[in-house]
């Protein structure tokens, strides 16, 4: 069962990973507009092929 | 209404009242403005509003965000360029406003993200104790070596300390505020609860025992804030539809300097003395006294009064009221601070003070709550410690576990839940709660007061009398195509299809005239059609032409449509009604009637309408207030709960607690109904815990409490809560 000193600590490093992520995602303002981004993705500007 | 920013306007002339050139922001060389835009729903709205701002050459970034409807747009250059960028999004179809902070009543963006926060902890803490406790209690039914447990429990209480201190902090802080203020909350045995639970279990654990509970605290801690992080999201989409509302109605006032440019200041800065100009559609800033011009005022907004009264130079405006059919040039006669709307707001504040705040029923039941659980642990303590061999430490344990497994995850959880789902349903159906109880409130209602114009009836004439002679309609009707005037719009509006007059001239305060064969044909009062005005108490107009007698048409304010229905609705359920009015009594008793509410008062001015919801309270009664205008805000502060409409006067909107639709006065049956489902379902929510509680507590007592024991309850418990709750958004039946 030694695995487990290994594997449980990876286990919640890992999960503090994800926190830290969600943390900067939030600073970042992604949480802001929800509406905003769920429209978004359906503006295409950005394709080449959009362009005349 | 919105006059400046026309498309192809010249943004070189003097700027309108709604220039938003005092609003930029300088960074240097950039400059930023934060714009409302209101209309804006969708990809397609974001697409052309971001496009066309980013097709200008100067503009160096725009940004609109959705869900608060704000634009943010970057330009290098002058900052007087705010006002054709400004006036660039309204060409497109969107009405703008500035972005003002100081209408915003508190940065709901930090707290939203601070809830975020909270609930990220708590959910990563739950799942990896819950990971952890699910290991020991497998490994206590096998054979998990008591090392192994050990350290699991161990790795759970490194993550329960500090994710409980972080993300438990909303609670601790009410908590405790509630108890510095000698009172108690529904936070206070969930604070309690929370600390305890780590508390004893840090002890067991130290003490190498069975009984560690980091998996209830963390689950506590991560179900609470579930239902807190909604309830606040719900609630501050309603608040920031109420606030988006005020400031696309504020605006500035245009004052005329003694050079003869024209400045725009905002409503505040304006001092006694300073003339100010109001275009014809526009409102009035400020009181005061005209210098020059003759309109139509449209003063219902303002006093109740239906129909538009005519002012000449020499007359009194009161501010809010609206130039309809020409522009004024005013001397104010006072700053804001002492006009009448500064009265208004006064009463407004007294009111707000007599009705002091209100317990909310979840606090309410935690008052009785909190001490009788607290002495059922004492007793716990106190008989395991004295009748038993078996000491203190396993006294407080059974104490202990007697608070843990009392469940405030349920009865933390019984209120915010149904709200989330009842704002959100009536959100959707564009009803706006301002304030926070106002559905427990609305529930509890005992009478109903409605104000007259604009609520009860549309605010706007209709012709009610027409005269027999089509012809004479006819004629009326082509006549009144040139005016703005809302008794000619009515006329207009009636016979769509008749062809405008040439050279029509309107006579402001008197009528239309215009030439025909053999004379003139003159549309307006009777004086101006040269009759004796009548003593009939309806309001007329005449139209008089060469050769024909004269006609005579009776125009009223008409109830809405809806109006009797609604009143019915109240009357079935056995709800009395009052209708509060500032207009003439003979009007006020005529809609009475036609809408069916036998008690009524007519002529009464704010502070009349303010003691009449005075003596309302003082005979305990919770009335619910119904009023649109300006001299209803302080009637509506003062009722038990209040509604406003967003075609309302800003300041009843900001004393009123619901904000129903423009001109849809069905929405408040429908709000009503909601609402007292929402408090049924939220007091069967809380018989609901307390059930669950009066079934396990005596296992508590007994020492009987095991931490799985206690995580299946309060999941069980939770979910039955949470459940019985999405019904609060059920379409309620019989659709008015």
């Known amino acids: 069962m030694d695995v487990l000193l290994f594997l449980v600590p990876i286990a919640l490093a890992l999960g503090t990973l994800g926190l830290a992520a969600f943390f900067w995602t939030l600073r970042a303002g992604q949480y802001d507009d929800l509406d905003g981004a769920a429209a978004r993705v359906l503006l295409d500007d950005d394709s080449p092929e959009a362009a005349p | 209404m919105s006059l400046a920013y026309l498309p192809g306007a010249s943004f070189d002339d003097a700027p309108g009242p709604r220039s938003v050139c005092g609003f930029v922001e300088s960074e240097g060389a950039t ?56 006036g660039a999004v309204e060409a497109l179809g969107y009405k703008v406003a500035p972005f003002d902070p100081a209408h915003l009543a508190q940065l709901d963006a930090d707290t939203g993200r601070e809830w975020l926060r909270a609930l990220a902890i708590s959910a990563f803490a739950s799942s990896n104790v819950m990971m952890l406790s699910l290991a020991v209690w497998a490994g206590q039914a096998q054979d998990m070596a008591p090392g192994t447990q050990a350290l699991f429990q161990w790795l759970a209480a490194l993550v329960t300390v500090p994710a409980v201190a972080l993300a438990g902090r909303p609670f601790f802080r009410s908590a405790l505020r509630a108890v510095r203020a000698g009172h108690s909350n529904i936070d206070v045995p969930i604070a309690l609860s929370l600390l305890l639970t780590v508390l004893i279990s840090l002890i067991e654990l130290a003490r190498q025992g069975r009984d560690v509970y980091f998996d209830s605290a963390t689950a506590l801690l991560f179900v609470l804030l579930v239902g807190r992080t909604l309830d606040f999201r719900v609630r501050a989409r309603s608040r920031s539809a109420v606030e988006r509302l005020l400031m696309l109605k504020a605006h500035g006032a245009a004052v005329c300097r003694q050079d003869g440019t024209v400045e725009v200041l905002p409503a505040e800065a304006i001092r006694a003395g300073m003339v100010v100009l109001v275009r014809a559609g526009e409102r009035v800033p400020v009181d005061g006294t005209v210098i020059e011009g003759k309109t139509e005022l449209d003063v219902a907004i303002v006093t109740g009064e239906s129909l538009p009264q005519a002012v000449a130079p020499g007359a009194r405006v009161l501010a809010g009221s609206v130039a309809l059919t020409g522009p004024l040039r005013l001397r104010a006669s006072a700053g804001v601070e002492d006009s009448h709307l500064a009265d208004i707001a006064r009463l407004v504040e007294r009111a707000e003070r007599t009705r002091g705040p209100g317990v909310v029923l979840a606090d309410r039941v935690a008052r009785v709550w909190t001490p009788v659980i607290h002495g059922v642990a004492l007793a716990t303590l106190c008989g395991w410690w004295l009748f038993t061999e078996s000491g203190l430490a396993v006294a407080l344990l059974h104490a202990v576990s007697v608070l843990i497994i009392a469940c405030p995850c349920a009865i933390g959880l019984a209120v915010p839940a149904v709200q989330v789902v009842a704002t959100g349903a009536l959100l959707k159906r564009g009803i706006l709660l301002r304030a926070g109880d106002a559905l427990e409130r609305l529930a509890r209602i005992d009478l109903v007061a409605f104000d007259k114009t604009g609520t009860l009836t549309s605010g706007a004439p209709r012709i009610t009398l027409w005269p027999e002679d089509t012809e004479a309609i006819h004629l009326a009707a082509a006549l009144a195509a040139a005016s703005s005037h809302p008794v000619a719009r009515a006329l207009h509006a009636a016979h769509p299809d008749a062809k405008p007059l040439h050279d029509c001239e309107e006579v402001p305060g008197e009528g239309l005239r215009a030439p025909f064969a053999g004379g003139e044909i003159r549309l307006g009062r009777a004086a101006f059609c040269g009759l004796a005005p009548a003593n009939a108490p309806e309001s007329e107009v005449w139209l008089a032409r060469p050769g024909h007698p004269p006609a005579r048409f009776v125009f009223e304010d008409t109830p809405r449509p809806e109006a009797a229905r609604v009143a019915a609705a109240f009357a079935d359920a056995g709800l009395p009604m009052a209708i509060l009015s500032g207009d003439r009594p003979e009007a006020v008793a005529r809609l009475a009637e036609a809408v069916g509410i036998g008690e009524w008062q007519g002529d009464l001015r704010p502070r009349d309408k303010l003691a009449r919801l005075e003596a309302w309270r003082r005979q305990e009664r919770r009335v619910l207030m119904v009023g649109d205008g300006l001299n209803d805000a302080p009637a509506l502060a003062a009722a038990h709960v209040s509604a406003s409409f967003t075609h309302g006067a800003p300041a009843s909107q900001s004393a009123a607690d619901i904000v129903l639709p423009s001109g849809d006065l069905a929405a408040l049956p429908q709000a009503w109904r909601a609402a007292r489902r929402a408090r049924a379902i939220i007091v069967q929510n809380l018989v609901l815990a307390a059930l669950y509680n009066i079934a396990l507590i005596p296992v508590a007592v007994l020492g009987l409490v095991t931490p799985l024991g206690a995580a299946i309850a309060m999941a069980a418990s939770s979910l039955t809560v949470t459940l019985n709750a999405l019904r609060a958004g059920a379409p309620a039946e019989g659709r008015l």
């Open chain 2, 31 to 86: 400059r930023r403005l934060h714009l409302l835009v209101e209309g804006a729903h969708c990809a397609a709205c974001i697409g052309a509003i971001e496009g066309r701002l980013t097709a200008d050459p100067c503009v160096t970034g725009a940004r609109l965000n959705l869900a608060l409807r704000r634009l943010s747009v970057e330009w290098q250059g002058e900052a007087r360029h705010a006002d054709a960028l400004a």
